[in-house]
């Protein structure tokens, strides 16, 4: 549901069914709606048939790059030599994404059960839920849950345990996550090896995402086939997903839909529009990381991971970014550089470099000093930024910054130019 | 004479019990370094070089590693900060719903003079701060540990009196 809202009548609320009801958050009330049976459940599975069960659903990760879960499972070692973790990836900084923030902060007990299920999968004694330092509430929330389901015995030999991150949106990519865990600096790790050969500790290490574990306990309790059939367009997407919605928009909130659900109709509908007397000018479809689409993309693409692609851009985490017509591109792309400068790890110098040079001659475009040769240097510098990294930070701040030059690059001539006031920056 | 203040340990007693709580988690002493930086900060409001050099030795790495460490992570204060920690988120979506104001009207309510500095009162620092992760609940604010969300210009001076 659009928590603060009440569920709107196109939503399909499967994980979000709880937001906002208080008595879910405590360990009988979770036990009360149903809770943790499908833990029990998934305890009497043998692990590969469980990881099968998955595979079926054709559940996709959620945190952004879409990766089948079913299929990570399955690349942990068969036979067990060594221990393996689950590490469980609750450090939500994309700009644009609030959703692992409600599920954590409504439903505690969701995310501790898929997590159980999923250390049985892939046979882990251990699982540490690594949550982002501002994240306090939900943070707060997470510890009583666990305090109470750990007391009440449910996990069995799994030992489940909360790790606060300290500020760093790096950490979020899954080598660099490991890397805090392991009291690093959270810098990205080069792959291969995988997490599945040598993860957190070196050991063996499946990473989920929140979204993804939550919907695991559902996909057990209903069948791989119900999961499945949830679909309105590609049957590479299943499910539903959390989309966050926000900017200039009426309502903005989480929204629960099924994957192949049109963004216009989110959008508008949905979360309400745009304000009265102002119009749609851009939309960014799945957190700060992806492609920009102006209005008429918006208008025509559909929320899955297949339909976002089709229109040049990726589903990401869905956190959708909203701009109605006052908003000034230029400027909220040189806000979003400066995000990507301010978090890149600096560990490889595309990335340094380009990201902090990309803020530069953006904020001097800005301020009424750039050439039109500069909008040719930014294309430039994304194409170094694009593919030549260890982790896709570097990309995440091209992405962006391309798009935005190709679909409103007469706003950025109208700085060059003088047609527009100096911003200050 | 040296009126240097002798530094007093963190680990001891029932933070030291904590610790060794938090240690029995990890398959590497290392592992506990981001908490126990945390349980410094909780401590003493900041992290001293002393601090780490504490830090270093009771889980058996080098203090400038650790010095490594805390100069990664952004919520770890390198100096101390006014009793009142703000961050203001002004990441873009935040950004275009007004955030900067937000940021602008808790300089003026407290008297700090920029994002970063602190009050001459020594009671407030503001900083901005990159995406809160709250963005449909525009703007979020963190103040110390209280997280408010749905933060307007004009609830800054209400918020500010709340915490003087």
Same mark, same amino acid.
């Given at each position: ?28 009330? #979770? ?7 499908? !833990?029990?459940? %998934? ?32 690349? &942990? ?48 004694? +251990? %699982? ?13 929330? &997470? ?7 750990? %007391? ?73 086939? #119900? ?129 902090? #040079? ?16 500069? !909008?040719?240097? !930014? ?5 170094? &930024? ?14 962006? +910054? ?24 | ?36 930086? #945390? ?41 101390? +900060? ?83």
């Amino acid at each position: 549901m659009g928590y603060p809202h009440k569920s709107h009548a196109r939503e399909t609320v499967v994980l979000s069914k709880h937001f906002g009801d208080a008595d879910a958050k405590s360990f009988k009330g #979770w036990v009360k709606r149903g809770g943790y049976e499908a !833990l029990k459940q %998934a305890q009497a599975m043998d692990p590969p048939a469980l990881i099968e069960e998955v595979k079926n659903s054709g559940l996709r990760g959620r945190g952004g790059a879409g990766f089948p879960t079913g299929l990570k499972w399955s690349f &942990m070692p068969k036979e067990k030599k060594k221990a393996h973790y689950l590490c469980v990836n609750a450090d939500e900084s994309e700009p644009g994404t609030f959703k692992d923030r409600e599920i954590m902060r409504w439903t505690p007990h969701a995310l501790l059960e898929g997590t159980a299920i999923a250390c049985h999968a892939i046979q882990a004694e +251990v %699982a540490y839920i690594y949550i982002r330092g501002e994240f306090t509430e939900p943070f707060q929330v &997470m510890q009583t849950a666990l305090t109470e389901a750990s %007391a009440a015995g449910v996990f069995g030999k799994t030992q489940i345990y909360l790790h606060r991150g300290a500020g760093a949106y790096i950490c979020g990519e899954e080598t660099a996550l490991m890397n805090s865990i392991e009291g690093k600096r959270g810098n990205p790790r080069i792959k291969p090896p995988f997490p599945a050969a040598a993860g957190v500790f070196g050991l063996p290490t499946t990473i989920n995402n929140v979204e993804t574990l939550v919907a695991v306990p559902h996909i057990l309790k209903n069948g791989a086939a #119900w999961y499945k059939a949830m679909c309105l367009s590609n049957p590479k997407s299943t499910g539903t997903k959390l989309f966050s919605v926000c900017g200039n928009v009426q309502r903005p909130g989480n929204y629960e839909l099924t994957m192949g659900f049109p963004l216009k109709d989110l959008v508008n509908d949905l979360a309400g529009g745009v304000k009265a007397g102002r119009t749609l000018k851009a939309c960014i479809p799945g957190g700060s990381s992806v492609p920009i689409l102006n209005r008429e993309e918006t208008e025509s693409c559909l929320l899955d991971y297949e339909g976002c692609v089709e229109k040049g851009t990726m589903l990401g985490s869905g956190g959708v970014i909203v701009f109605d017509d006052t908003a000034d591109m230029v400027y909220q792309i040189m806000r979003l550089a400066r995000f990507y400068a301010h978090e890149s790890c600096a560990q490889c110098t595309q990335c340094r470099e380009g990201t902090a #040079w990309t803020t530069k001659i953006l904020e001097r475009v800005l301020s009424g000093q750039g050439k039109m040769k500069d !909008l040719d240097l !930014l294309l430039d510098l994304s194409e170094n &930024m694009t593919g030549k990294t260890i982790c896709v930070l570097s990309d995440s701040c091209a992405a962006p +910054v391309v798009s935005g030059i190709r679909k409103f690059k007469s706003e950025f001539e109208a700085y060059i130019t003088g047609k527009k006031r100096p911003a200050a920056a | 004479m040296s009126t240097v203040e002798e530094y007093q340990p963190v680990f001891t007693g029932k933070a030291r019990e904590r610790l060794d709580d938090i240690l029995s988690r990890y398959p590497t002493k290392q592992a506990a370094l981001l908490p126990a930086l #945390w349980m410094v900060q909780e401590a003493r409001g900041w992290i001293s070089d002393r601090a780490m050099t504490e830090v270093a030795e009771v889980l058996g790495i080098t203090p400038a590693y650790v010095k490594g460490v805390v100069t990664f992570y952004t919520m770890y204060h390198q100096h101390p +900060v006014g009793r009142n920690f703000v961050q203001v988120c002004t990441t873009t979506p935040c950004n275009i719903c007004g955030a900067e104001g937000v940021l602008q009207a808790f300089l003026d309510a407290t008297g700090a003079r920029e994002a970063g500095a602190t009050s001459p009162d020594g009671n407030w620092t503001i900083i901005e701060v990159e995406c809160l992760g709250a963005c449909g609940f525009a703007t979020p604010v963190l103040v110390n540990d209280d997280f408010i969300d749905g933060v307007t210009a004009e609830k800054v001076p209400d918020i500010v009196k709340r915490y003087r």
